[in-house]
């Protein structure tokens, strides 16, 4: 078996990455406070950090759909069903057999089938839930101007809103512990910092 | 730019504000200097405890006119003098609430002002007028056949004297006394006769003193009614009230209550809640009906600066007075409990006696029964959109229930209410349990018959409703009422406001408003909670477990 090192993540990808992942832990904290679960910096503190952190994130999300557009990159997300089999019973079974991985990555596709749906989940139902949801929390003083008072009530915006967070955290959850399966545990996390990844 | 604009500003003002402080301290011509950091509302003579010597802003000093240069016998006779120059005075004071104690609630058609109103304080006027007129604007008011008409019967100087030795004695129909005499009874305590020339001649603009003369003390003595006004306000320092400070803005009560024509604005029968519905701020100046009474004349409605736009958001909901008057009495204990059906108990001998509480509060009297104080009082919360319905005289009653004096309508969904602060006094009091409706009890009076002078409730409701002119069957029980108090004055400094975990929290502020969604307050759904702990629960396991799977069969080989 041999080992040879490919360049999948670069520098834009992988700031983007940390930038959010770093955004996205920080919101699921500051507001699961607001949300009333536990106390860490107070309501007053964690509400304002929270809308501070989704601006920012709004701001990183325009220059990542920028980039995406550009680069083409988007097509990484085109979800198939190949192999979407194979690595379910990977994770299953073969992960314990030291099977080999249904799946090498490539520059033009480094994501596994499996990601990908999981990742373009992320991107068209709970990313859109949470800042649908977050858009008329955090406009929720301008609801009569917009009209939609009647139409729209903050329990179940915030009852959407905490869905989406709840479906996040399981996210990112899974996808902390799913970054140790590759080549060697820690190769998926080095090469999303280095941006070379091991591949067999 | 804007910053260097605001640091500009803002050392103008605090220069105009120590120059202002220092000039008043040197010279007690507190007046004009202070104009210049307020508004020019602010610019009014200093309360009235440092008469003579202060400068005056205004073109005429009443010392110097003849007409008031006279020996006064009576109080009518220093209106007469008035009345010589300001022709129009009392006519406009006779239009007054002020003067008729009647208002006419047009939107719930209810008859309000002190002449019928029944509270669960001293509870009525009837058959009490000499004792109750003592706040009235005028003398002689003695019973219901007062003749309302005659000018001279006006009091201008309770309204408008600086001399602070003016001062109007229960029992005398709304005169001053004409001679020293002890008030309260049997107190040793000496009430002089005011010099009415030298009262008259110090006359001016109403001073904080002045309206306090009355305000704070409805109920029957400082503090006991308001919760929100007493004589603190006076000489209040800023953490008390941040508009009224000597040194500061140093707001007479009509900086607010800008008065015209003797009309003042401002009304608890019909308080002006939601601002942003109907009722715009009132621009001073402008004849247009609006009430210049409300923190939003002044302030807007969207008055916290941008790093701060969260709180403006706040404003379509919550009374502005909700977070900026977290405490009401924070001058001294207010009165908040009285139980009409314990009064009668005597001493062995048969004298009426009196109890303190730990806090040196009246705490039973034998004339008006127990009695409760309290300071520094958290508010209770009730969604108010300005409506307030009063159970009057002839209200049928439900004696099974507490019986709400004055209601406040309101309720999240009607798009006018807002989140208010109120003091709510409880009590019981006389009722006619045949007809279940509030009696009117005659308690002053040397006449035999007033509950003050024998102690029998029979004789009392008897008399009192014999006076008000309403039918009574000669039964009587005592039911709990409750009275509310919008809370709007003594505004803390914004460093006081409450902060966002006093009502977003479990067991906050607002813990028992209903109909609006609060995040923190535990208002989530619940089911939503299970589910999604549950949930991150099993995933987290799942991983720990396919982990340790991993290991372990790696391990294995």
């Not at chain 1, 299953?92 to 033009?108: D, K, W």
């Not at chain 2, 009285?338 to 009426?352: F, H, Y």
Request: hydrophobic share 35%; net charge positive.
């Amino acid at each position: 078996m041999t080992v040879e090192k490919i360049y999948v993540f670069k520098r834009f990808e992988r700031l983007w990455h940390w930038s959010q992942a770093t955004l996205i832990i920080f919101m699921l904290i500051t507001g699961f406070e607001v949300h009333g679960s536990y106390h860490l910096f107070g309501f007053g503190k964690a509400t304002s950090l929270h809308t501070i952190s989704a601006w920012s994130l709004i701001g990183l999300w325009i220059f990542a759909i920028f980039w995406h557009i550009t680069t083409g990159e988007w097509k990484q997300y085109i979800p198939t069903t190949d192999k979407v089999v194979a690595m379910m019973k990977f994770y299953s079974v073969g992960i314990f057999t030291n099977a080999p991985h249904p799946f090498r990555a490539t520059v033009l596709k480094k994501h596994n089938p499996l990601q990908r749906l999981a990742y373009l989940g992320v991107l068209l139902f709970i990313g859109p839930l949470l800042w649908f949801s977050g858009w008329f929390y955090l406009f929720f003083a301008d609801w009569n101007s917009w009209g939609v008072s009647k139409y729209v009530s903050l329990e179940w915006v915030a009852f959407f809103h905490t869905a989406g967070a709840f479906m996040m955290l399981l996210f990112v959850i899974a996808h902390v512990y799913l970054t140790t399966t590759g080549h060697t545990p820690t190769s998926h996390i080095k090469a999303m910092i280095t941006g070379w990844e091991e591949v067999e | 730019m804007l910053s260097k604009l605001k640091i500009a500003l803002s050392t103008l003002v605090a220069g105009a504000t120590v120059a202002a402080a220092l000039t008043a301290y040197a010279t007690t011509a507190s007046a004009p200097a202070a104009a210049n950091a307020a508004p020019p509302q602010a610019a009014m003579p200093a309360a009235t405890a440092e008469p003579a010597k202060k400068e005056s802003s205004s073109t005429a000093d009443h010392s110097k006119f003849k007409a008031l240069q006279v020996k006064f016998k009576t109080a009518p006779e220093v209106t007469k003098a008035c009345l010589t120059c300001h022709t129009e005075a009392a006519k406009q004071i006779q239009k007054t609430k002020h003067w008729t104690w009647e208002f006419l609630n047009t939107e719930t058609n209810q008859k309000l002002g002190k002449k019928h109103i029944i509270n669960n304080f001293c509870t009525a006027v009837e058959s009490n007028q000499k004792f109750c007129t003592a706040c009235h604007v005028g003398y002689g008011w003695e019973d219901s056949k007062y003749d309302f008409s005659k000018q001279e019967n006006v009091d201008c100087v309770v309204c408008h004297e600086s001399t602070g030795t003016y001062r109007k004695v229960p029992g005398l129909s709304g005169h001053p006394t004409y001679k020293d005499m002890e008030y309260p009874p049997h107190s040793g305590k000496i009430v002089k006769a005011p010099d009415l020339a030298k009262v008259a001649q110090s006359v001016g603009k109403t001073s904080r003193a002045n309206c306090g003369a009355c305000h704070f003390n409805g109920g029957g003595g400082d503090a006991v009614k308001h919760g929100d006004l007493d004589s603190t306000l006076k000489d209040p320092p800023k953490f008390l009230d941040v508009h009224m400070e000597k040194k500061g803005l140093n707001f007479s009560c009509g900086a607010c209550h800008m008065t015209s024509a003797h009309q003042v604005p401002g009304s608890r029968y019909t308080p002006t809640v939601d601002v942003n519905q109907g009722v715009p701020p009132h621009m001073r100046g402008k004849v247009d009906g609006s009430n210049p009474a409300s923190c939003q004349s002044c302030h807007g409605s969207k008055p916290h600066p941008a790093k701060m736009a969260k709180l403006n958001e706040h404003t379509d909901k919550i009374a502005c007075q909700t977070c900026h008057i977290p405490e009401f009495a924070r001058g001294q204990a207010t009165k908040m409990s009285w139980d009409w059906s314990t009064a009668g108990q005597l001493s062995p001998e048969g004298k009426p006696i009196t109890k303190k509480d730990s806090g040196g509060h009246n705490a039973y009297d034998s004339k008006k029964g127990d009695f409760t104080w309290e300071d520094h009082v958290i508010p209770e919360y009730i969604w108010f959109n300005g409506k307030v319905n009063y159970t009057l005289r002839e209200t049928k009653l439900d004696p099974t229930h507490v019986v709400k004096i004055n209601s406040f309508e309101g309720s999240p969904t009607d798009g006018k209410s807002l989140i208010w602060p109120v003091k709510v006094f409880r009590g019981q009091q006389p009722y006619d349990s045949v007809s279940n409706t509030l009696l009117v009890p005659h308690t002053f009076g040397a006449d035999g018959d007033s509950y003050w002078s024998n102690f029998n409730w029979d004789k009392s409701l008897a008399a009192g409703m014999k006076a008000a002119n309403a039918p009574y069957s000669g039964q009587y029980g005592f039911v709990k009422t409750e009275m509310s108090w919008p809370i709007t004055h003594m505004v803390a400094p914004k460093a006081d406001a409450l902060t966002c975990a006093q009502c977003h929290s479990k067991d906050g502020r607002l813990k028992n408003v209903q109909g609006i969604y609060m995040p923190g307050r535990g208002d989530q759904n619940k089911w939503l909670d299970y589910a999604g702990w549950t949930f991150a629960l099993l995933t987290l396991i799942g991983v720990i477990v396919h982990g340790a799977g991993r290991i372990y069969t790696h391990r294995k080989g």
